[in-house]
């Protein structure tokens, strides 16, 4: 199946800093790249969807100057989260829309001190 | 918007038995549904898929069935192995529109007791 790389996959940072996480599809092209969030024993929540040369689209709820998302090639989007805070501290996974289905990347599992 | 519902939220099986996941879902506009096992830690892995112009699908072990009028998808496993034990979620888009956002249900957590 179709491979989607995460970076960093994991990170540790203090509160107040920025964190950007890199998602790539390694052998295809993505016009479509999805971000979510998932909370221990928890189901994966939506945060944005976004489109190659275009803003994202958020879901509600989520802050779009605090979650940062840029998806400036057919192969990379990355998010980052701007002035982080403990509740902030989640696994976050992207996934990207090949032909059929979406394929996951591997998360980042982000801990704010 | 699309709405997922997943049952149960837990099930343990014996090795060996079947294993039944349902899940409904709100969107009659919904044309594509996934089903993922995600292990801890890992990222989720598609199991199998079925889109509204199916009724059933079946890879080895595992097969699903889609009702379109009852809005409602289920996940069969049989002869369930230890390895089975796992997270599974089921997710419905409209795949092929300009939408296709992938909606997961709450998971259920499946344990298979050898």
């Known amino acids: 199946g179709a491979v989607v790389s995460q970076h960093p996959s994991r990170v540790i940072c203090k509160s107040g800093t920025s964190v950007k996480i890199e998602c790539r599809s390694l052998?295809?092209?993505?016009?479509?790249m999805f971000w979510y969030r998932q909370f221990p024993k928890q189901s994966l929540m939506l945060m944005a969807t976004?489109?190659?040369?275009?803003?994202?689209?958020?879901e509600q709820g989520v802050e779009k100057d605090k979650f940062l998302i840029n998806h400036a090639s057919l192969t990379l989007s990355t998010l980052t989260v701007t002035s982080a805070h403990p509740e902030d501290s989640s696994f976050y996974i992207c996934?990207?829309?090949?032909?059929?289905?979406?394929?996951f990347g591997p998360g980042t599992r982000l801990l704010v001190l | 918007g699309e709405n997922v519902e997943q049952h149960p939220s837990t099930l343990s099986v014996q090795e060996g038995d079947s294993a039944v996941i349902k899940c409904t879902y709100s969107?009659?506009?919904?044309?594509?549904f996934p089903w993922y096992k995600q292990e801890l830690g890992k990222r989720p892995q598609l199991i199998i898929d079925?889109?509204?112009?199916?009724g059933e699908k079946k890879d080895q072990r595992i097969a699903v069935t889609l009702n379109k009028t009852a809005k409602h998808f289920s996940l069969h496993i049989t002869e369930t192995q230890p390895e089975d034990s796992a997270v599974y979620f089921c997710?419905?888009?409209?795949?092929?529109?300009?939408?296709?956002?992938?909606?997961f249900g709450k998971g259920t957590k499946l344990s298979v007791k050898p």
């Open positions: 996934s990207a829309r090949g032909v059929g289905t979406q394929y």
């Open positions: 052998d295809f092209q993505a016009t479509t």
């Open positions: 976004s489109n190659e040369g275009s803003k994202a689209t958020y």
């Open positions: 969107d009659s506009a919904s044309n594509y």
């Open positions: 079925i889109r509204s112009n199916v």
């Open positions: 997710a419905a888009s409209g795949y092929g529109g300009s939408q296709g956002n992938l909606i």
